[in-house]
């Protein structure tokens, strides 16, 4: 058995090059095109000396909301974000996205995808978590949107070899043993199969 798996699997991975040949490999940059971005997040959850997570209140919610605003406002102003964020005890957090990405969250990513320019900054975003403030630095990261080449490549030749696949088994006649069927026993593999709250109760007990 150890020998025709060995088998198997050496013919499945002599045969993936030739279903995924033919692949067009060639991607554009615009096709592929990563932007990326530095924010910063004013969350709506701190934590206390204990280690326990605490949500700030309403009124907290609001104070917050000004502090952030009077930040977007100096970044607005030509301000580094690194050193903004750093004088307040922040860190500047980078990434890279397209318009597709959700994190770190849907919204960010929207607000940063619509700005047009390097440097240009978003208005405060309001999200469940917190506040964002994105600035925009570069509307074409070149390894960003290099990784993401490779994996539009690799996604294309998958889709190849499933499809591939599927016409195969599709093309192929299956027959079904059912009598050998019956003779397998899950309970001698170790296999419990939970079909209600009550057999669960049952079986653990047993």
């Known amino acids: 058995e150890v020998a025709k798996v060995l088998e198997l699997m050496t013919i499945s991975n002599k045969m993936e090059a030739a279903m995924e040949a033919g692949v067009d ?16 997040l004013f969350s709506y959850t701190t934590t206390d ?52 990405s959700t994190s770190p969250d849907k919204d960010l990513i929207a607000a940063a995808d619509a ?27 070149r390894e960003a949107t290099d990784s993401k080449k490779e994996s539009i490549v690799s996604e294309r030749k998958q889709e190849q070899y499933d499809s591939l696949l599927k016409q195969w088994k599709k093309d192929t006649k299956i027959k079904e043993e059912k009598k050998v069927w019956k003779k397998i026993s899950f309970e001698e593999q170790g296999v419990t199969i939970k079909t209600s709250d009550t057999s669960d109760t049952s079986d653990s007990q047993n």
């Open 49 to 100: 000396d204990s280690g326990e997570s605490q949500t700030l209140s309403d009124d907290e919610k609001e104070a917050l909301k000004t502090t952030a605003q009077a930040f977007d406002d100096r970044l607005k102003g030509g301000e580094d974000m690194e050193t903004v964020a750093s004088a307040a005890g922040l860190t500047a957090q980078t990434a890279t996205f397209d318009s597709e």
């Open 25 to 40: 490999e060639n991607v554009s940059d615009e096709d592929a095109a990563q932007k990326s971005m530095q924010y910063l």
């Open 115 to 141: 700005l047009t320019n390097a440097g240009d900054v978003t208005d405060i975003i309001e999200t469940e978590n917190g506040i964002y403030i994105a600035k925009l630095t570069s509307l074409l990261d």
